[in-house]
């Protein structure tokens, strides 16, 4: 019997998480169950479950997804010559994620804001959405620690609370877009900046 190749798993994996995403935004999370993942995949319940063992790691490879995109711009910006200000840092990641947004069949702002829901009461889920936001705040934090090293942010900021607010920015844009619209990601970085000069 000839060998799968790592493209072919690859590409199958990837038709049952985009059936995923697809199910939990028409349905919700808690609605959809892995039997509605199975029949949209159109694949075996065996072929899921070789790749997913339920809905808890749909969301991790959802967190997985949005971190990959994200981390190669907190990357950059970290190892730049040059360190930004923190605005500029989260213009940088919103335009990020805007991209990945848009490029995917299923807007995946709307499975996140799901699994930040069920986290509340979902232990599981609450392990995975924690991780991802730790491991962003954490690259957040190294960001406003080299904005207020080189000057770009007053000598007194402390650079685990400016990280804070940065992940409330970029969670409050996602949000925002969600429920009260689409929020046009240059206004919304140019809102910032005015009210960083009053």
């Known amino acids: ?42 694949l075996s319940a065996g072929a899921v479950y070789r790749y997913f063992t339920g809905k808890a790691d749909l969301i991790r490879a959802t967190a997985d997804r949005a971190l990959g995109a994200v981390g190669p711009t907190l990357a950059a910006i970290l190892a730049a010559d040059e360190a930004i200000a923190p605005v500029d840092a989260v213009d940088r990641i919103l335009e990020t994620l805007e991209r990945v947004l848009l490029s995917e069949p299923t807007d995946i702002s709307r499975v ?27 690259s957040l934090v190294q960001v406003a620690a080299r904005a207020r090293d080189a000057g770009r942010l007053p000598p ?26 689409v929020v046009h990601r240059e206004q919304y970085v140019a809102g910032i900046r005015s009210m960083l000069r009053t």
């Open 156 to 181: 007194e900021a402390d650079a685990a609370v400016v990280a804070q607010v940065m992940m409330s920015l970029v969670v409050g844009w996602v949000v925002q877009r969600n429920i009260a619209g």
């Open 1 to 42: 019997m000839p060998k799968v190749s790592d493209a072919h798993l690859a590409a199958r994996r990837e038709q049952v998480l985009q059936a995923a995403w697809a199910c939990f935004s028409d349905n919700g999370f808690h609605a959809t169950t892995m039997a509605d993942v199975i029949a949209r995949s159109g």
């Open 112 to 138: 996140a804001m799901m699994a930040w829901a069920e986290s509340l009461s979902a232990e599981d889920i609450h392990a995975i959405t924690n991780s991802a936001m730790t491991t962003l705040r954490h």
